[in-house]
């Protein structure tokens, strides 16, 4: 049941519900909006007829309108967003110290909004939230990489990890974890239609975000084949689910350096279809 309701004082028949909808099972024939029980299965849960409605007249999935955050007037400056995205950076330095619980699950939170193929919505993240924790999975990890190392199993094409291991062993440089004290893994399960996607879009979303309370992250693709692909033994002292794909990993936390400037790219190469 997706218990589809509309407050009859409050609609105004605009029929912007009707035409938003994607899956194109809502119906008005001059009243207010309906969803005829042999078509409710069809619905997408996208909440397109919930967000769209101007006076929170609808109802679905048992959601309240009043709960949610009103966009008119309230949408950030082009400007300003363009300068954060402009001006993200890859952090590599961050201060030995654990983000608020409060400020953690606030980014996780928002990230959970990201869009997903088909409005899947199943990305799970596996999230470090303790610096010693991390620090602990890291000194398993780079015990797991140096005995890999040293029987000389590396996989073809990822034999630069034994210089990593080096590094850590000989001179204690941190290069898969980039000393960060969180570190957080989106999966999703392989059966979904676009899980590694999902899981990009997802972080992307948690990035973006976490630039606008002060948090450095750094795509941490050496992390994710350490855990995923060298020692998938891993996956499971983490509690990944089984049968997820393990889209990307990220390191984050509070930065130790600050960037005074955007970086200049461009032009993008763009090819324009002429028909």
Wanted: hydrophobic share 40%; with cysteine; proline share 7%.
């Amino acid at each position: 049941m997706i218990d589809f309701q509309v407050n009859q004082q409050q609609c105004i028949k605009c029929g912007k519900c009707v035409t938003d909808c994607p899956a194109r099972i809502i119906s008005k024939e001059g009243g207010c909006p309906f969803i005829a029980q042999e078509k409710e299965a069809r619905c997408y849960r996208c909440q397109h007829c919930f967000t769209v409605c101007p006076t929170g007249a609808i109802s679905i999935l048992g959601l309240a309108p009043e709960k949610s955050l009103s966009l008119t007037g309230n949408m950030p400056d082009a400007d300003q967003l363009e300068l954060l995205i402009k001006g993200r950076r890859a952090v590599r330095q961050y201060k030995p110290e654990n983000l608020e619980p409060e400020l953690l699950q606030r980014l996780l939170d928002v990230a959970c909004y990201a869009p997903s193929g088909m409005n899947a919505r199943q990305v799970h993240f596996t999230v470090v939230d303790d610096r010693e924790k991390l620090a602990k999975l890291r000194n398993e990890v780079m015990a797991g990489l140096g005995k890999i190392v040293k029987e000389n199993r590396l996989p073809e094409g990822m034999e630069f990890f034994a210089e990593f291991y080096r590094a850590w062993d000989e001179h204690g440089i941190d290069i898969l974890f980039r000393g960060a004290p969180h570190l957080l893994l989106a999966s999703a399960p392989q059966n979904i239609v676009t899980p590694v996607q999902d899981c990009l879009i997802a972080l992307t979303t948690f990035e973006i975000f976490a630039q606008t309370l002060g948090v450095g992250t750094v795509w941490d693709g050496l992390a994710k084949w350490a855990i995923n692909d060298l020692m998938p033994e891993f996956r499971t002292s983490l509690g990944i689910p089984d049968g997820h794909v393990v889209g990307y990993a990220m390191a984050f936390g509070k930065p130790a350096v600050q960037y005074a400037r955007t970086a200049q790219h461009g032009p993008p190469p763009i090819h324009r279809y002429v028909g």
